[in-house]
């Protein structure tokens, strides 16, 4: 199983409602791509507790049987809409990808 973990760190907003609404819609948008891409075989997206916390906002888990069903994932169309939702929201991220076996 290929596994990808990606954390998020949205921009300043103007007050927290806006903040929140955003954290929301990226969550939403992220959890939609369960039901657009064939490939993706486990998503998890969480929001973090804290809305003001010195740490990342959004946690994403998802895995594919392979690293070839990522790649087709990542580019894939649906999946690049919410890329660009996300990039114009964000100021920070973190990435690790790694291989499990089962």
């Given at each position: 199983?290929?596994?990808h973990?990606?954390l998020?760190?949205?921009?300043d907003?103007?007050n927290?409602?806006?903040?929140?609404e955003?954290?929301?819609?990226?969550?939403?948008?992220l959890l939609?791509?369960?039901?657009?891409?064939?490939?993706?075989?486990?998503l998890?997206?969480?929001n973090?507790?804290?809305?003001n916390g010195t740490?990342?906002?959004?946690a994403?888990f998802?895995?594919?049987?392979?690293q070839?069903?990522?790649?087709v994932?990542?580019d894939?169309?649906?999946h690049q809409?919410?890329?660009?939702l996300v990039?114009?929201n964000?100021?920070?991220?973190a990435?690790v990808?790694?291989l499990?076996?089962g």
């Amino acid at each position: 199983m290929f596994n990808h973990i990606v954390l998020f760190k949205l921009k300043d907003f103007q007050n927290d409602q806006q903040k929140s609404e955003k954290r929301d819609q990226i969550k939403e948008a992220l959890l939609a791509l369960k039901e657009k891409i064939a490939e993706l075989k486990y998503l998890e997206v969480g929001n973090n507790f804290e809305l003001n916390g010195t740490s990342f906002d959004i946690a994403l888990f998802s895995r594919f049987d392979s690293q070839a069903d990522f790649v087709v994932y990542r580019d894939h169309p649906d999946h690049q809409t919410v890329v660009s939702l996300v990039r114009a929201n964000t100021v920070d991220r973190a990435v690790v990808d790694y291989l499990t076996e089962g």
